[in-house]
């Protein structure tokens, strides 16, 4: 919010712009920028400045300005959107007097308001005080040059001599007004009332809104005069014409406000102000202001006698704060006269003290505080934070608890960095496109854009997307992610629910299936898993419509009976740039199997003995079988299986391919003779053979 | 593609010059390894380290934390819905809640982990990126304490003696509050450009845990007559900020990218 510092400096004393903006940062508010206006002053000077010396001596300084642009915090609205209000900011910490012009009214006795106009308020609820004024007999026009100049400053535009004096008010106490054309006001009733839905309204900027029921309004006896707290409408402007005008001075719901700006779209200085809520007790203040104004330059005569809706007076709060619990949150003692001063310069009365209480009352300008650490907090920002100096806590020596999850992820991690992946983050959300491909998927209600519009119900769509990305500078690519996805779950009587759960997936382009194979292996035994087998995945023929997986070319990995995930090529349908094969693990049943548990086994002494086989079978055969029958023929003293070859083609017999294995024999207590082995080698071939179509190659 | 060079030695002597085999190796997220230094540092500190849910509901993101609903101070965050009334968390903030609701005090936590706002992108905005905040209670816990603690992390995560300083700000789940600058780094509190001449760098937003939150996560705030009663400090610090300042990295999409010319830098 913009402030004038030559507008500041009526109130009180201040120093450099520079100086009073490092001051406010570090007690109050951020001071964004600091610009300067104006022009240099004149040397004729009593023609030049136009300062008319009204009877509450507003003067205005002249020449240059500087114009503050302070982040005035979301809960100090109330008070600080107002130059009284971070003048009187100011006045805390530079421990200086706050100067207020006094105003003085002079309310005509022959005129009495009640005459001139009726207010009936329908809600107290939604308007807690409405003032009203009545200043006959004025004369519209421009206003003097120094009030439109303060107005520029501040970033509002000039209109007439009535309005500016409202907005000038506005920027000066933070409350809003507005004035109305009395003549135009139907019955002479202002009636604050919810408007009806369907009822219509033109604003003083000729655009129409439709108004309903969640909308306040003020209105005459026929229809809306003006969004109250928002904005005036055409009926009852102020045009050059208006003799008699109704000054409103009111206090409104912050919440309807709120709501309303919200649902016509429509934000105003006043409406900013009223959402932030605002005292009651400014109301008064403000008109009176105003009507003071608007003497003095409209001219008029102002009726004697406040309209005052009040039903409940708001008084101003009490809080214990105990000097103990002030010292043991900030970690620093304070001085109590320095607590007592501090407390006194932001406008707080001390009503008792009596060690450790101090009994505070909070005036009515302070909507923010209401709690003893309100207070705490403000007797420390204009001590100043920096003078609590750092201490480290005393608190009992346990250890943190040891988070498996994160264990296990960072030795997931770190094994497949090790196995030369590269690690990739991508976004959450996936696009329309990726979600008719992977199904599932949860929408979000306002994406930032289509190609967010879903939740990702995998990892993969993504990782799909770094291969087209990076294809141009990298011909190999290996990457995973560990993250989260999200699908859609079955709705439960009215309990919504998105499942959310981490996956592990991993990427190498190219024919890759084995390489995939061997890092999921790899992976699995590190984390102390044992009983993985891949199981050939069998889609039925409508998963099979759906399905990102090359058919035939794709495994389940097993644990045991359980499925944790997938490893296979991708469908050409679904990926055209290049082949590419995928790993795709259920993390969060991953991490229920993983164990640190590893057993030490045994090297044996004595020497091992290898011998070769080879087996000629149908193209068919899988060689998980062939290695079962081996291992079963071969008993105890088969210490390992390995395949080293599978050949077909060129030499071998249409139809059939031919492994080739290392068999390893040893044994734990002693050195195995030639003729154990041979016996055993034997057996295995037979039992091989047992089946018509296999031949062992001799 | 160029094939790796593979010489062998041939004769007596070696030439040294010849450049070493390049090696396969992988690469690690940059926020994977900021993520494990900043949970080493505050584990070293007696920190637990807890994670949580990425969809939350309405009253774990905001009502718990003071936030109500039509008011003012919604509006400081930009928020993604579901179309099935939840949404995505915009502070990591609800797993305090739920931690709180599960725990009995004394402890001290940091909390990681992805958080989401509806905000447009550019070199320092995301829609998704990262937060770790921390929350300790215990009887005593002040600001001093808080100072103490983020000056200590500060310089361990940087290598640097950091000083930290405190600002007045607002947040609905802290009271007092604050903003909290660091010495910067690169003219080490003299000023210079990078902080606008300064000698600070704005941080990260903390203060000590309001009242009410503690009540909503089932905790006794301070009641002085009862002698019962915990106070505790919060603190919220981008992730994504910290590996930018670390690594001095210009612009926060990279890390999102999925751009292997700048992951395998790390």
Redesign the interface.
């Known amino acids: 919010m913009v402030f004038s510092y030559n507008w500041l400096k009526e109130y009180i004393k201040l120093p450099k712009p520079e100086k009073l903006a490092e001051l406010l ?6 001071v964004e920028e600091i610009k300067k206006v104006g022009k240099p002053p004149h040397h004729n000077k009593s023609k030049r400045r136009g300062a008319k010396k009204t009877k509450s001596a507003l003067v205005w300084c002249g020449g240059k300005d500087y114009i503050l642009d302070i982040d005035v ?5 109330p008070d600080c959107f107002s130059h009284i209000g971070i003048a009187r900011e100011c006045a805390a910490f530079t421990n200086s007097r706050l100067q207020i012009p006094k105003f003085k009214l002079k309310e005509d006795k022959n005129l009495k308001t009640r005459d001139f106009v009726a207010v009936e308020v329908k809600n107290k609820n939604d308007c807690l005080r409405y003032t009203a004024r009545v200043i006959a007999n004025v004369k519209v026009g421009p206003s003097l040059k120094w009030i439109q100049e303060r107005l520029k400053v501040c970033g509002l535009r000039p209109i007439n001599n009535i309005v500016d004096a409202t907005n000038y008010v506005m920027l000066e106490t933070g409350q809003p007004l507005h004035a109305f054309d009395l003549d135009k006001i139907s019955n002479k009733k202002i009636i604050v009332r919810r408007a009806k839905n369907g009822e219509k309204i033109i604003t003083l900027d000729n655009k129409r809104y439709n108004l309903d029921k969640d909308i306040l309004v003020i209105a005459d006896v026929k229809s809306p005069l003006a969004v109250a707290g928002i904005k005036g409408g055409k009926k009852a402007e102020i045009d050059k014409k208006t003799k008699t005008i109704v000054l409103e001075s009111a206090n409104f719901d ?2 309807v406000v ?2 309303g700006s919200k649902k016509l779209g429509l934000k105003t200085d006043a409406s900013w102000r009223f ?2 809520g605002i005292d009651p007790s400014l109301t008064e203040t403000g008109i009176n202001k105003a009507a003071e104004i608007i003497q003095n330059i409209a001219k008029g005569k102002i009726t004697s006698g406040l309209v005052d809706f009040y039903p409940k007076k708001v008084l101003p709060k009490k809080i214990k704060l ?1 000097y ?2 002030l010292t ?5 003692k304070i001085e109590r006269k320095d607590v007592k001063q501090i407390l006194k310069r932001l406008g707080f009365k001390i009503i008792k003290e009596e060690y450790p209480i101090l009994i505070v009352e909070i005036p009515t300008f302070r909507l923010d505080i209401s ?1 003893p ?2 207070l ?2 403000e007797i ?2 204009i001590y100043g ?2 003078r ?14 040891i ?1 498996f ?2 264990f296990w992820e ?1 030795i997931t ?2 094994i ?14 996936i696009g329309e496109k990726e979600a008719e491909v992977f199904k599932g998927a ?7 854009s289509v190609e ?1 519009k879903y ?1 990702r119900p995998s990892l993969i769509p ?1 990782l799909l ?2 291969v087209i ?2 294809f141009r ?7 995973f992610e560990l993250g ?1 996805i ?1 699908i859609k779950k079955q ?1 439960t009587r009215n309990k ?3 499942e ?1 759960k981490r996956m592990l997936s991993g990427l190498i382009t190219g024919d890759a299936f084995y390489q995939a194979k061997g890092v999921v292996d790899s992976l699995l035994n590190k984390l102390g898993i044992s009983n993985i087998w891949y199981d050939e995945y069998k889609p039925t023929p409508e998963q099979s419509k759906i399905s990102i997986w090359q058919k035939e070319r794709c495994a389940e990995i097993k644990v045991d009976g359980q499925e944790i995930g997938f490893l296979g090529e991708i469908s050409p349908g679904i990926f055209k740039k290049t082949k590419v094969v995928i790993f795709d693990v259920d993390f969060e049943k991953l991490i229920k199997l993983c164990s640190e548990e590893h057993e030490y086994q045994p090297i044996s002494q004595y020497p091992a003995a290898i011998r070769d086989l080879a087996v000629l079978v149908p193209l068919d055969v899988k060689v998980v079988d062939v290695l079962n029958k081996i291992n079963v023929a071969g008993g105890a003293l088969v210490r390992d299986v390995d395949l080293f070859d599978i050949y077909e083609g060129e030499g071998i017999v249409q139809g059939k391919k031919n492994l080739a294995f290392h068999i390893i024999y040893q044994a734990e207590d002693r050195t195995l003779k030639s003729k154990e082995i041979d016996k055993i080698h034997q057996k295995i071939i037979k039992i091989l053979e047992e089946n018509p179509e296999w031949e062992v190659r001799k | 593609m160029r094939k790796p060079l593979k010489i062998k030695t041939k004769g007596d002597k070696i030439d040294v010059t010849v450049p070493g085999e390049k090696l396969t190796v992988g690469h690690l997220h940059p926020l994977t390894l900021v993520k494990r230094k900043i949970e080493e540092i505050f584990q070293a500190m007696g920190f637990s380290v807890i994670e949580g849910p990425e969809v939350e509901n309405e009253w774990y993101n905001f009502d718990a934390l003071n936030i109500p609903k039509d008011h003012p101070a919604r509006d400081m965050w930009d928020t993604f819905y579901l179309k099935n009334g939840l949404l995505l968390r915009t502070h990591t903030s609800p797993v305090q809640i739920r931690y709180m609701e599960k725990n009995n005090p004394p402890f001290r936590i940091i909390v990681p982990g992805r958080i989401f706002r509806h905000e447009a992108t550019d070199a320092s905005h995301e829609t998704n990126f990262y937060q770790v905040e921390g929350l300790m209670v215990d009887k005593d816990v002040s600001v001093a304490n808080f100072k103490a603690i983020i000056e200590e992390f500060l310089s361990r995560f940087f290598g640097k003696q950091v000083k930290s300083r405190l600002r007045p700000s607002f947040f609905p789940f802290t009271e007092p509050n604050f903003e909290v600058d660091m010495t910067c780094l690169v003219c080490k509190g003299k000023g210079c450009s990078t902080c606008s001449k300064t000698g600070w760098i704005e941080l990260m937003g903390a203060g000590m845990v309001h009242p009410n939150v503690l009540k909503a996560g089932g905790i006794n705030p301070h009641l002085f007559e009862k002698d019962g009663g915990w106070q505790g400090f919060a603190f919220g610090i981008g992730m994504d900020r910290l590996a930018m300042m670390k690594y001095k990295i210009n612009d926060i999409r990279l890390f999102y990218s999925g751009d292997l010319r700048f992951l395998e830098q790390f």
């Open positions: 940062t570090m007690h109050a508010f951020e915090l979301p809960n100090r609205g912050s919440r709120r709501k959402e932030h105990d103990r619990y043991k949150l900030l970690g620093l709690l650490e309100d705490i907090e420390g920002r934070f920096q609590i100096p750092a201490a480290f806590p005393i608190v009992s020596l346990i250890p943190p608890k988070n999850e994160i960072d991690k770190n497949l960095k090790e196995s030369g992946f590269t690690e990739v983050y991508n976004y959450s959300f949860v929408e979000i209600e306002n994406p930032m967010q939740l993504n997307k770094n990305d990076n500078y990298f011909n190999e690519i290996k990457i989260k999200f709705e919504k629910q998105t959310e």
